[in-house]
Each structure stands twice: as structure tokens, then as C-alpha cells.
């Protein structure tokens, strides 16, 4: 049962170092502009290094977030007070779940590691490794490993409550993936595939195909769905990495459509489109209604581009040298640059109310408000 995950993460790694070694392009430089809208810093933090894509876990006016060594800090959104802080015991691999009270992260040795406002509650450990943040709801800890099995746990003792295991690909992503919820159904990725599951029982309901991998061997027709997805009322869209981007409607569990698409990272929405950069940084925009293309814009080529979120009306990607972009959501057209701490943004910005969380590989933890 171990095999896929280890293969996987062996992949990933390849990949990165593949990446380091051949020659890349050089960024497009950063072009003059008139600020069109206002924003500050409001707070920082220092967190301790990022591992790739540890996204922040919000909730009402509180923000968790892990560090790559094992720190769990619970911060207020608006202020950046320190609510607590707790040792996961090692270092973690997928980053934070929480609904408020209960806490969840997964470390290197595949524990699920769970805290109650901050006191360690209880460890269990899985097969596989684990890259994609728990979902903490329901009283229920849902954990899924690299190797796509779902298990579902008791979030006040730890209890096994069931195990999702299908067959699957030999190869897969050890990328953060899709795990979210849309009222009584656990939306989970199964490789290219979006399923809707019983959060009870951990029973199939229905799935559908966000991608179709063509290739002529595992690593050309890996299409793994990667997180966070995007959710505006019953429509659910996501990246299947390097092949597709597309939308999904939760409530009927039907392809609305797809697009093929290269890229990586994240996707990020609003109720009219939908957006993401493809592996050079080309950012697109498609209706949210029907996949057309809405607008492109390549000034931000090969600058290392993060996944994105939709502020408003503007829309926001951190970059390989840790500037925060604010791009005009129906135009493109840049509106407000800011700095962090030079450190490459990781994973994607989070908004919280009206602040914006931005997290860096060096372990900066940046607090903005855009106005």
C-alpha cells in the first residue's frame, strides 16, 4: 500500500531537481506603474521555514499556520496577537486543518498530529505520506494520503472511523490536493477525477473527470488534481496539474467544463472567472460560466509565480522574489505591487475578512490590507 506514495514523492523530487539543474528563463522584469488602488502592511510574523504550499488555515478572525519544523501557531487575522503556539513533535508535510476549536497537521512519519485550542490531543498514524492539509469538520479529522486513500478520523479521540481506498495510477503527485466540502458531501481528488463522498460512511456518491491524461508513459499522463480548489455557491473549480483547468458542479456532480492547460499551481476565482498562470507564468482568464477566455496577459513570465486568490476586484499572486501582485480582476492590468521579505511566496494567499495572508519560503508570515 506504501509503493504510490513513495513513488510519487520520488517523482516530485525529480521533478525539482530537474528544474534546479536546467537552464531557465530569465523573469521578465518588473515594468513601471501607476498605483491604482491602496494597501499596506498591517503585521508580520516570523513562522520558521515553508515547505511548499503550507497554506494558512483560517477560520472566523483566526489564523493557523505550521512551519516546515513542527511549529503550529495560532495568530488573530487582524492584529497578528498569538492566540498559542504548539510542537506537531517533528517536522510536517502537509500543512494546517482546522474548524476553530480542533487542530490537525501530519508530520514526516505520516502521524496526524491533533490539538483541542491548542493542547495535543491525540497521534495516529497512516500508511502513506501526506501533502495535502487535513480537513477538520463535522468533529471529524479527514486526512488523504499521497497515495489517494481517504481516512477519516474522530476528532476528540482519534477513533479510525473508515478508510476510502481504491485502485489507482503508480504514479501520483506528492502536491497538495483537493480535500473540501460542499454541504453533506466530502469532495475528495482521485487522480484527474473529482469525487463526491459520504462523509459517514465514506461511500462513493458520484465522480467525474476534470481531466483526460493523454501520453505515452505515467509521467506524461499524470494529472493529479491540485489544491485548494475554489468554491462560489454550487460550482467547484480546480487545476489538473500540467493537462487541464475546469469547473465542476458539486450539487448535481457534473463537468460544467475544461480547459487544457499546462501549469501547476492553484487556481483562484470569483463569481464571474476563474484564474491561473500556466508553467511559464502566462496568466488567464476564463468565465466562470463557461470556460471561454476572458483575458491573457504574459507580464509576469517566468517570475515564479504562486497560486492565486481573487480579493475583490483585483487578484493577487506572490512571486519567486516575494513581491505581492495586485492585477486587476476583468483586465489584468497590474494595480499595486508590494514587498515581503524577498523570499519566494509559497503555496497560495489567503483572505481572511479584509486581510491578506501571504506566506514565504523563508518562514515570513505577512499580514496586508488591501483597500
Known sequence: MRQPAVIGSLFLALVLL????????????????????????????????????????????????????????????????VLWRAEAGGPISAGVGSDGRFTSVVTRSNEVVTFDSGRPLWRKRVPSSVVTPPLVAGERVFVMGVDRAVHAFDALDGRKLWTLQRPGDALTLAQASVLTFYRNTLLVAQGPRLAGVDPLRGTVQWEVPMANPRGGNEVERLADLVGPAVRVGERVCMRAFQAAVGCADAARGAVLWSRSVGGANAVAGDAERIFGAD????????????????????????????????????????????????????????????????????????????????????????????N
Open 279 to 370: 508553467a511559464s507564468d502566462r496568466i488567464t482568464a476564463w468565465r466562470a460560466a463557461t470556460g471561454d477566455v476572458v483575458w491573457t496577459s504574459e507580464k509576469l513570465l517566468h517570475r515564479g509565480l504562486s497560486g492565486a486568490v481573487a480579493v475583490g476586484p483585483a487578484l493577487v499572486f506572490g512571486d519567486a522574489d516575494g513581491w505581492v501582485h495586485f492585477l486587476d480582476a476583468a483586465t489584468g492590468e497590474q494595480q499595486l505591487r508590494l514587498p515581503t521579505d524577498g523570499k519566494a511566496v509559497v503555496g497560495t494567499p489567503v483572505l481572511v475578512g479584509t486581510t491578506l495572508l501571504v506566506t514565504t519560503q523563508g518562514g515570513g508570515l505577512f499580514a496586508f490590507r488591501p
Open 18 to 81: 530537474a528544474g534546479c539543474a536546467a537552464d531557465k528563463p530569465k523573469p521578465t522584469p518588473l515594468e513601471n506603474y501607476e498605483p491604482k488602488i491602496a494597501g499596506r502592511l498591517i503585521w508580520q510574523e516570523r513562522i520558521g521555514a515553508m515547505a511548499y504550499a503550507m497554506v494558512p488555515a483560517v477560520r472566523d478572525n483566526v489564523v493557523q499556520v505550521a512551519s516546515a519544523g513542527g511549529e503550529v501557531v495560532a495568530l488573530q487575522a487582524d492584529s497578528g496577537t
